[in-house]
């Protein structure tokens, strides 16, 4: 289902839990609480 957070902070040369941050603030926006239900709202 993707790239993890760990393939994410690799691959950009960030900390895993900046991506963490980034990711919970998307979510928050688009107004899901995973990649699950993001997934299952934008399919």
């Not at 760990?6 to 960030?14: G, M, P, Y």
């Amino acid at each position: 289902m993707g790239a993890d957070t760990d393939q994410i902070s690799k691959e950009i040369h960030i900390s895993i839990h900046t991506v963490k941050a980034h990711m919970k603030k998307i979510y928050s926006k688009l107004e899901v609480k995973n990649k699950v239900d993001l997934i299952l709202k934008y399919r």
